[in-house]
Structures are given as structure tokens and as C-alpha cells.
């Protein structure tokens, strides 16, 4: 009696790449977070959060991105230390910055789309360096649009005082941020990855 057994794959190899990619995304995010710095106009922290947003549109595109983000808020609302300075819970899912974090899985989805358009993945290196601006701006235009609108909510201020508040002392940082994230995209590490 002669019994053969095959291998079976549940799921394909690429899927789990992904899936490693987007954990990975998620986790730098969240190590991006402990970089945080008291902004003195404003009760919101600066962060390189957003840095772990773009790389993960850029790197993963819009829907790979925004699982990432998924991932990243799921983990800091189950307890992982990966919000701004170490903070966890639901807490800041609903707090003055909650407008910020909802917004990273679509402001990924967004910047992946605009990087990668309606094409398979590929190498955001090859993007021209003004569709990657782009793609950026529009990123932090989001983030900053929702978390004005977050912010207005729960401190209960009116939208031109929120933007003042939480949005207009963060466009410096905003701009580095973009230029930091271009020079990974077309730096030789991430081009080798």
C-alpha cells in the first residue's frame, strides 16, 4: 500500500511577505513614536510617527500600507507602548490626538496610490521625485485635515483655532519629515531592500 502525500499551501508565500513587510512597517512605526518631542505652541507632540506612514505607502502601496497603519493602531490599542512617547491603549485612539492616528491606514493608502497608481507594486525609487512630494504632501494634508477635525472634537475648540493649535506649528517638522523620507526612497539601503 503506497500513500503519497502532497503539500498543501494554505497561503502563498507572497502573502506572508506581505504580511511580514506590514508587521515590520507597523514596528518601525511604533519605534518612531518614542522619538517625540514637546511642541511648546501646542499639546500635541512632534513625532516621527508620520515617517513610518509614508515609508509604509511608498515601500508597501495602498493597500499593503494601510494594513500596516491597521496593524500598528491595533497593537498600541491592545497594550504595545508604540503611540507618542510610549503611550498605549484606547486612550489615545479617542484623546486629542485620536483625528491623527485614525488617519495613518488611509493617509498610507493614499500616499501608496499616488506613489504606486493603479499598477503592481514597484520600486518607489523608480517614482519621480516630484510624484513622491506629491504623494507626501498629500499624506500629511490628510493627517493633518482629520487630525485638526480630531482635535476640534475633543478639546472642543473651533476648527481655525485647532488648526492653529495642532496643524500650523507642526508644517516645519512636516517638511523635513518629507525630505527624510524621499532620501530613504532613493538612499542605496532602500533600493537594495
Known sequence: ??????SVE??????????VRAALFATLTGAFAYVSIPN?????????????VFLAGAFLGPFWGSVSM???????A??????????????PLFGYTAGYLWSYPVAATVIGMIVHGRETLH???????VRLALALTCGTILIYSLGTIGFALVQNVGLIE???LSA??????????????????????????
Open 168 to 193: 500650523i506649528a507642526f508644517i516645519p517638522f512636516e517638511i523635513l519629515k518629507i525630505a527624510a523620507a524621499i532620501g530613504i526612497v532613493r538612499s542605496d539601503v532602500a533600493v537594495a531592500a
Open 162 to 164: 485647532a488648526f492653529f
Open 123 to 129: 520600486n518607489p525609487d523608480s517614482v519621480g521625485t
Open 10 to 19: 494554505l497561503v502563498g508565500e507572497e502573502i506572508i511577505g506581505n504580511i
Open 78 to 91: 491592545v497594550g504595545a507602548p508604540v503611540f507618542a512617547g510610549g503611550s498605549a491603549g484606547i486612550g
Open 70 to 76: 491597521a496593524l500598528y493602531l491595533l497593537s498600541g
Open 40 to 52: 511648546p505652541l501646542s499639546p500635541v507632540p512632534v513625532s516621527l510617527q508620520v515617517l513610518g
Open 1 to 6: 500500500m503506497s500513500t503519497e502525500a502532497e
